[in-house]
């Protein structure tokens, strides 16, 4: 069975300080994506960045940076020089590679408060 | 940009009615599916759906059916709703095509009481 732990459930951060949010993942598949979602107050999942599990990479959209490393099962968000509108509930979720079954599972969130 | 839309953003119901939730995707994606979330629990995949008239149970099905007659709507049923249902309901959808696991795109979500 997949699992995925956010250990985090909540952070406060001044303005423009660096966050990072946390994210292990478990599953006994080789082929599996990896996904964040923002959950801004006004409730619709706002989908960021998916990534599968031969990709290593790690990514980075402005602000943006995810670091996945599979050796510790890991796929970390990180948002440089947080403002106002970064405060939301993070979702880090996982879907095993099996088409025609494309379940999420999600961790339970965290949320992140900016203090202006 | 696709668009999930939900009929209702605020619902009360009272115990043992009928509840019918609808969701409706405008983008020609093959699944669809539908979440409940609630505080300290994430979200949790109730049924989902990856073509027309097919379902498939997710983790917490009991007290809950679904009915997707056509593609792009994707109805979720409380044959008699209990106030442990009482939750924020999300409907997504994704492309489902060409053997990848796509992103989903959420629904504004449907908050739903019951008394």
Redesign the interface.
Known sequence: AQKVTQAQTEISVVEKEDVTLDCVYETRDTTY?L?W?KQPP??????LI?R?SFDEQNEISGRYSWNFQKSTSSFNFTITASQVVDSAVY?C?L?E?N??????T????TRLTIIP | DVKVTQSSRYLVKRTGEKVFLECVQDMDHENMFWYRQDPGLGLRLIYFSYDVKMKEKGDIPEGYSVSREKKERFSLILESASTNQTSMYLCASSLGKDAFIYEQYFGPGTRLTVT
């Not at chain 1, 006004?42 to 989908?47: K, P, R, T, Y």
């Open positions: 994506y996904f979602y006004s409730g619709e999942l706002v989908f998916r599968n979702f979720a879907s590679a088409f025609g079954n494309e379940k999420l999600f961790g339970t969130g």
